[in-house]
T-cell receptor, first 117, second 114 residues
Protein backbone atom coordinates (compact mmCIF):
# COMPACT_ATOMS: atom_id res chain seq x y z
CA UNK A 1 0.00 0.00 0.00
CA UNK A 2 1.30 3.44 -0.99
CA UNK A 3 1.76 5.52 2.11
CA UNK A 4 3.71 8.06 4.12
CA UNK A 5 4.62 6.72 7.55
CA UNK A 6 5.38 8.98 10.47
CA UNK A 7 6.53 7.93 13.90
CA UNK A 8 5.69 8.37 16.65
CA UNK A 9 2.04 9.45 16.57
CA UNK A 10 2.26 11.01 20.00
CA UNK A 11 5.31 12.32 21.84
CA UNK A 12 5.69 14.10 25.15
CA UNK A 13 9.11 15.43 26.00
CA UNK A 14 10.83 18.06 28.11
CA UNK A 15 12.52 21.27 27.12
CA UNK A 16 16.01 20.76 25.70
CA UNK A 17 15.86 17.01 25.12
CA UNK A 18 16.77 16.28 21.52
CA UNK A 19 14.20 14.31 19.52
CA UNK A 20 13.66 13.01 16.02
CA UNK A 21 10.38 12.42 14.22
CA UNK A 22 10.77 9.93 11.42
CA UNK A 23 9.07 10.04 8.03
CA UNK A 24 9.25 7.42 5.33
CA UNK A 25 7.43 7.05 2.01
CA UNK A 26 7.24 3.99 -0.23
CA UNK A 27 6.17 5.74 -3.44
CA UNK A 28 9.63 6.72 -4.72
CA UNK A 29 8.68 10.38 -4.45
CA UNK A 30 11.32 13.04 -5.06
CA UNK A 31 9.62 15.74 -3.03
CA UNK A 32 9.12 15.61 0.73
CA UNK A 33 8.20 18.28 3.24
CA UNK A 34 7.35 18.95 6.88
CA UNK A 35 4.50 21.08 8.20
CA UNK A 36 3.31 22.13 11.59
CA UNK A 37 -0.37 22.71 12.32
CA UNK A 38 -1.47 25.12 15.03
CA UNK A 39 -5.01 26.29 15.87
CA UNK A 40 -5.91 29.41 13.96
CA UNK A 41 -2.75 29.27 11.88
CA UNK A 42 -3.38 26.35 9.56
CA UNK A 43 -0.44 24.38 8.20
CA UNK A 44 2.89 26.09 7.85
CA UNK A 45 5.86 24.62 6.03
CA UNK A 46 9.01 23.98 8.05
CA UNK A 47 11.41 22.43 5.53
CA UNK A 48 11.17 20.72 2.18
CA UNK A 49 13.39 18.57 0.01
CA UNK A 50 13.32 18.32 -3.77
CA UNK A 51 15.54 15.22 -3.81
CA UNK A 52 18.31 13.38 -1.97
CA UNK A 53 20.77 15.80 -0.34
CA UNK A 54 18.66 18.79 -1.45
CA UNK A 55 16.79 20.57 1.35
CA UNK A 56 15.50 24.09 1.80
CA UNK A 57 13.79 26.20 4.42
CA UNK A 58 10.07 26.77 4.44
CA UNK A 59 8.27 29.53 6.29
CA UNK A 60 9.02 28.49 9.90
CA UNK A 61 12.40 26.67 9.98
CA UNK A 62 13.78 28.08 13.25
CA UNK A 63 14.54 25.41 15.80
CA UNK A 64 14.33 22.51 13.33
CA UNK A 65 16.75 20.48 11.23
CA UNK A 66 16.19 17.94 8.49
CA UNK A 67 18.27 15.58 6.41
CA UNK A 68 17.65 13.65 3.22
CA UNK A 69 20.27 10.98 2.91
CA UNK A 70 17.94 8.50 1.24
CA UNK A 71 15.05 9.13 -1.10
CA UNK A 72 12.46 7.43 1.10
CA UNK A 73 13.35 9.05 4.46
CA UNK A 74 13.07 12.62 5.66
CA UNK A 75 13.47 12.90 9.45
CA UNK A 76 12.66 16.06 11.39
CA UNK A 77 15.09 16.86 14.19
CA UNK A 78 14.52 19.15 17.14
CA UNK A 79 17.95 19.67 18.72
CA UNK A 80 16.65 21.57 21.75
CA UNK A 81 12.85 21.53 21.84
CA UNK A 82 11.00 24.39 23.47
CA UNK A 83 7.34 24.68 24.56
CA UNK A 84 6.51 26.86 21.53
CA UNK A 85 7.24 23.82 19.36
CA UNK A 86 4.28 22.00 20.86
CA UNK A 87 2.23 21.30 17.76
CA UNK A 88 0.81 18.74 15.35
CA UNK A 89 3.41 17.83 12.74
CA UNK A 90 2.82 16.41 9.28
CA UNK A 91 5.18 14.92 6.77
CA UNK A 92 4.12 14.90 3.13
CA UNK A 93 5.48 13.73 -0.19
CA UNK A 94 4.80 14.17 -3.88
CA UNK A 95 6.15 12.76 -7.12
CA UNK A 96 5.51 15.77 -9.29
CA UNK A 97 5.91 18.91 -7.24
CA UNK A 98 8.03 21.43 -9.09
CA UNK A 99 7.65 19.56 -12.35
CA UNK A 100 5.32 19.98 -15.26
CA UNK A 101 3.26 16.85 -15.09
CA UNK A 102 0.08 18.63 -14.11
CA UNK A 103 -0.56 16.04 -11.43
CA UNK A 104 0.81 17.81 -8.38
CA UNK A 105 -0.68 16.83 -5.06
CA UNK A 106 0.60 16.03 -1.59
CA UNK A 107 0.33 12.70 0.19
CA UNK A 108 0.32 13.17 3.95
CA UNK A 109 1.41 11.05 6.86
CA UNK A 110 -0.95 10.55 9.79
CA UNK A 111 0.63 13.25 11.93
CA UNK A 112 2.70 13.47 15.12
CA UNK A 113 1.27 15.30 18.11
CA UNK A 114 4.24 16.72 20.01
CA UNK A 115 4.05 18.23 23.49
CA UNK A 116 7.11 19.94 24.95
CA UNK A 117 6.87 20.55 28.69
CA UNK B 1 4.92 34.62 -0.52
CA UNK B 2 1.41 33.69 -1.44
CA UNK B 3 -1.39 34.06 1.08
CA UNK B 4 -4.54 32.00 1.41
CA UNK B 5 -7.48 33.28 3.45
CA UNK B 6 -10.37 31.31 4.87
CA UNK B 7 -12.64 33.79 6.59
CA UNK B 8 -15.04 31.29 8.17
CA UNK B 9 -13.39 29.60 11.17
CA UNK B 10 -16.50 27.52 11.91
CA UNK B 11 -19.61 26.52 10.00
CA UNK B 12 -22.47 24.11 10.46
CA UNK B 13 -24.99 22.56 8.12
CA UNK B 14 -27.97 20.28 8.47
CA UNK B 15 -27.59 16.79 7.12
CA UNK B 16 -28.64 16.57 3.43
CA UNK B 17 -28.34 20.32 2.95
CA UNK B 18 -25.77 22.21 0.90
CA UNK B 19 -22.95 24.31 2.32
CA UNK B 20 -20.31 26.52 0.75
CA UNK B 21 -16.87 27.16 2.25
CA UNK B 22 -15.03 30.24 1.07
CA UNK B 23 -11.38 30.71 0.20
CA UNK B 24 -9.53 33.65 -1.30
CA UNK B 25 -5.88 33.89 -2.21
CA UNK B 26 -3.37 36.49 -3.19
CA UNK B 27 -0.84 35.87 -5.93
CA UNK B 28 0.78 37.53 -8.91
CA UNK B 29 1.19 34.18 -10.65
CA UNK B 30 -0.90 33.25 -13.66
CA UNK B 31 -0.43 29.48 -13.59
CA UNK B 32 -1.11 27.66 -10.35
CA UNK B 33 -3.09 24.96 -8.62
CA UNK B 34 -5.70 25.17 -5.89
CA UNK B 35 -6.73 22.41 -3.53
CA UNK B 36 -9.20 21.59 -0.81
CA UNK B 37 -8.05 19.15 1.85
CA UNK B 38 -10.28 17.56 4.48
CA UNK B 39 -9.05 16.71 7.96
CA UNK B 40 -11.53 14.55 9.93
CA UNK B 41 -11.10 13.89 13.67
CA UNK B 42 -8.66 11.12 12.76
CA UNK B 43 -6.27 13.96 11.74
CA UNK B 44 -5.56 12.38 8.37
CA UNK B 45 -5.25 14.93 5.56
CA UNK B 46 -7.37 13.86 2.60
CA UNK B 47 -7.40 15.54 -0.79
CA UNK B 48 -10.97 16.48 -1.68
CA UNK B 49 -10.60 18.34 -4.96
CA UNK B 50 -7.99 19.99 -7.15
CA UNK B 51 -8.30 22.84 -9.66
CA UNK B 52 -5.83 23.96 -12.30
CA UNK B 53 -5.92 27.71 -12.80
CA UNK B 54 -5.58 27.53 -16.57
CA UNK B 55 -8.75 25.43 -16.81
CA UNK B 56 -11.92 27.48 -16.84
CA UNK B 57 -14.16 24.56 -16.02
CA UNK B 58 -14.85 24.13 -12.33
CA UNK B 59 -13.66 20.85 -10.84
CA UNK B 60 -16.19 18.40 -9.40
CA UNK B 61 -15.83 15.20 -7.39
CA UNK B 62 -19.15 13.54 -6.64
CA UNK B 63 -20.89 15.75 -4.04
CA UNK B 64 -17.98 18.22 -3.95
CA UNK B 65 -17.60 21.04 -6.44
CA UNK B 66 -15.75 24.32 -6.60
CA UNK B 67 -16.58 27.80 -7.80
CA UNK B 68 -13.28 29.10 -9.17
CA UNK B 69 -13.23 32.80 -9.95
CA UNK B 70 -9.73 33.57 -11.21
CA UNK B 71 -10.14 37.32 -11.57
CA UNK B 72 -11.56 37.60 -8.07
CA UNK B 73 -8.97 35.12 -6.73
CA UNK B 74 -11.70 33.13 -5.11
CA UNK B 75 -11.98 29.35 -4.75
CA UNK B 76 -15.03 28.21 -2.80
CA UNK B 77 -15.99 24.62 -2.04
CA UNK B 78 -19.61 23.48 -2.28
CA UNK B 79 -20.68 20.31 -0.51
CA UNK B 80 -24.06 19.01 -1.64
CA UNK B 81 -26.23 16.54 0.27
CA UNK B 82 -24.06 16.93 3.37
CA UNK B 83 -23.37 13.75 5.30
CA UNK B 84 -22.28 13.20 8.89
CA UNK B 85 -18.93 11.96 7.59
CA UNK B 86 -18.29 15.39 6.10
CA UNK B 87 -17.73 16.75 9.60
CA UNK B 88 -14.09 17.85 9.50
CA UNK B 89 -11.66 20.72 9.22
CA UNK B 90 -11.29 21.89 5.63
CA UNK B 91 -8.14 23.55 4.35
CA UNK B 92 -7.76 25.51 1.15
CA UNK B 93 -4.26 25.41 -0.40
CA UNK B 94 -2.35 27.07 -3.22
CA UNK B 95 0.70 26.06 -5.21
CA UNK B 96 2.16 27.85 -8.20
CA UNK B 97 2.94 25.78 -11.27
CA UNK B 98 6.55 24.59 -11.18
CA UNK B 99 6.61 25.69 -7.56
CA UNK B 100 8.00 23.87 -4.56
CA UNK B 101 5.77 25.10 -1.74
CA UNK B 102 2.17 24.65 -0.75
CA UNK B 103 0.45 27.50 1.08
CA UNK B 104 -2.48 26.65 3.32
CA UNK B 105 -5.31 28.69 4.74
CA UNK B 106 -6.19 28.65 8.42
CA UNK B 107 -9.02 26.17 7.96
CA UNK B 108 -12.79 26.02 8.37
CA UNK B 109 -14.26 23.63 10.91
CA UNK B 110 -17.44 22.16 9.45
CA UNK B 111 -20.02 20.35 11.57
CA UNK B 112 -22.84 18.40 9.95
CA UNK B 113 -25.85 18.29 12.24
CA UNK B 114 -28.10 15.23 12.13
Amino acid sequence: EAQVTQNPRYLITVTGKKLTVTCSQNMNHEYMSWYRQDPGLGLRQIYYSMNVEVTDKGDVPEGYKVSRKEKRNFPLILESPSPNQTSLYFCASSSHLGGQSGNEKLFFGSGTQLSVL
Amino acid sequence: AQTVTQSQPEMSVQEAETVTLSCTYDTSENNYYLFWYKQPPSRQMILVIRQEAYKQQNATENRFSVNFQKAAKSFSLKISDSQLGDTAMYFCAFMKRNGNQFYFGTGTSLTVIP
